[in-house]
T-cell receptor
């Protein structure tokens, strides 16, 4: 199985930067997904990291360290619409199916 | 129209009843999945299918069954619903083709309440 640990809840101010951390323990690691899920809606894809390092995509960036079993999602210039749950989901084994963490609920306030 | 469609979107039923949740997709993806989501527990995989003749159990398959009627259709059945199957159910698809990340595309969810 996989142990996935991410904070349950975070709060931040509009316009600020927030980093959501995720640690995982798995064998046969392939890569790691981040998904965003607004309340009552379906999760939507944000990023997929396979190699170590930082991948930037607009206001969102995702970092991976395979040796440390660690990833983070960095959100810049926070907007109210970024209030959502952020799901860390590492993939392992030949099937490449992600296992989801419990998610981090981010609250952005004015 | 949504690429991944789930029906029904909401259902209230009684303990012991048989329930079927249906999922259809127009994305042409080969892989389909059923997850359930409970508050505080995240998304957990129930069953998945990599092709029409392929069915695999996920993390929490007990009490559930599935049918992949065609590449575009994947249904989830609860033969005898019980209250702890009250949850939000998501169908998802992905493309196994080379060059794809394998990202999941989710339906809008089916909220099931078992009384």
């Amino acid at each position: 199985g996989q142990n996935i640990d991410q904070p349950t809840e975070m709060t931040a101010t509009e316009g600020a930067i927030v980093q959501i951390n995720c640690t995982y323990q798995t064998s046969g690691f392939n890569g790691l997904f981040w998904y965003q899920q607004h309340a009552g809606e379906a999760p939507t894809f944000l990023s997929y990291n396979v190699l170590d390092g930082l991948e930037e995509k607009g206001r969102f960036s995702s970092f991976l360290s395979r040796s440390k079993g660690y990833s983070y999602l960095l959100l810049k210039e926070l907007q109210m619409k970024d209030s959502a749950s952020y799901l860390c989901a590492p993939c392992s084994g030949g099937s490449y199916i992600p296992t989801f963490g419990r998610g981090t609920s981010l609250i952005v306030h004015p | 129209d949504a690429d991944v469609t789930q029906t029904p979107r909401n259902r209230i039923t009684k303990t012991g009843k048989r329930i079927m949740l249906e999922c259809s997709q127009t994305k042409g993806h080969d892989r389909m999945y059923w997850y359930r989501q409970d508050p505080g527990l995240g998304l957990r995989l129930i069953y998945y299918s990599f092709d029409v003749k392929d069915i695999n159990k996920g993390e929490i398959s007990d009490g559930y069954s599935v049918s992949r009627q065609a590449q575009a259709k994947f249904s989830l059945s609860l033969e005898s619903a019980i209250p702890n199957q009250t949850a939000l159910y998501f169908c998802a698809t992905s493309d196994s083709g080379q060059g794809n990340t394998g990202e999941l595309f989710f339906g809008e969810g089916s909220r099931l309440t078992v009384l």
